[in-house]
């Protein structure tokens, strides 16, 4: 009897393969990252850092009740800190907002070095059609956006159709014009270390220019977990391919205490290089005015 012919390796799986995650066990993976906040938290723990964190915020509000009236007093707060500054407070990175209210926080912004910032491609579910993605995109980006938040397509992901994920980022890449894109992977979604891994892959390859855990919508935010898998793929990339992706952190990070441990946990696996707001982001709505008091206190 002849031995069935072995299927191809596909592209997919060589990537996988490539940037496989070397620890996917999930209790040693926990025990690393306790080691890591406990060796290193009270060191990060002080108002520099903080700073720093505040740097790197990207100040959200993404509700069905938002209106031009509420973003425009958002963004007229960021321009009054700007304003009143001492040297205590630097600006946070971005506002990200829903694609209708980006003219909004452009008619309004005033200050120069603060992105604007909104989530597209059928956000938060990513359930729409390629064609109505790119074109939310394109739209988002003329309306004044220079930072693009999409959904890596959750559905296609988990039936294993990886050329449609592929295709959905690149696509919106390629339409994204210059403007910062960054991929959702949903992390809360997914079930293990290893399928936050591939999807992180996928969009590593497909062009991403950040990796973002969550919406903060249907699913779990963020996790150190899902962090630390997603910071290991950022690593091995640049090693293998010279090239910088940042890491937004986002869903449930609303506590100074919080966010210094995910600073941490970044430091140790990408170093302070990747601490800064061109590639280190952590999406949040209270976690500014918590992180305004204890630095101005």
Request: proline letters at 3%; hydrophobic letters at 40%.
């Amino acid at each position: 009897m002849e031995n069935p012919q072995k299927k191809p390796v596909t592209k997919y799986q060589e990537a996988f393969k490539i940037l496989a995650l070397k620890n996917n066990n999930p209790t040693a993976v926990h025990e690393e990252i306790d080691k890591i906040i406990q060796e290193n938290f009270d060191r990060n723990n002080n108002i520099e850092v903080w700073k720093t964190i505040y740097s790197c915020i990207d100040l959200t509000t993404l509700t069905a009740k938002d209106t031009k009236t509420s973003v425009t007093e958002m963004v007229k707060g960021v321009n009054d800190r700007f304003k009143n500054n001492s040297s205590q407070l630097p600006p946070v990175a971005a506002i990200c907002v829903y694609p209708a209210l980006v003219n909004t926080v452009k008619q309004t912004l005033n200050v120069p070095s603060v992105h604007i910032a909104a989530v597209s491609g059928g956000f938060p579910a990513s359930q729409t059609l390629l064609d109505v993605k790119v074109a939310e995109t394109s739209l988002t980006i003329l309306e004044g956006a220079n930072e693009i938040d999409i959904v890596l397509n959750l559905g296609a992901f988990l039936e294993g159709d990886y050329d449609t994920v592929t295709q959905e980022i690149e696509e919106q890449v390629a339409h994204a014009k210059g403007a910062i894109l960054k991929v959702i992977l949903e992390t809360g979604a997914l079930e293990d270390l290893e399928q936050i891994n591939q999807a992180a892959v996928l969009s590593l390859y497909s062009g991403a220019q950040f990796l973002k855990t969550s919406t903060g919508k249907e699913y779990p935010g963020a996790t150190f977990e899902a962090v630390y898998v997603m910071a290991h793929a950022i690593k091995k990339y640049y090693e293998l391919y010279n090239k910088k992706v940042g890491l937004k952190i986002s869903g449930g990070v609303s506590s100074p205490e919080v966010a210094v441990k995910y600073y941490t946990l970044v430091e140790a696996i990408l170093g302070k290089e990747w601490l800064n707001s061109t590639l280190f982001r952590i999406g949040t709505s209270s976690l500014e005015g918590k992180l305004r008091n204890v630095i101005m206190a």
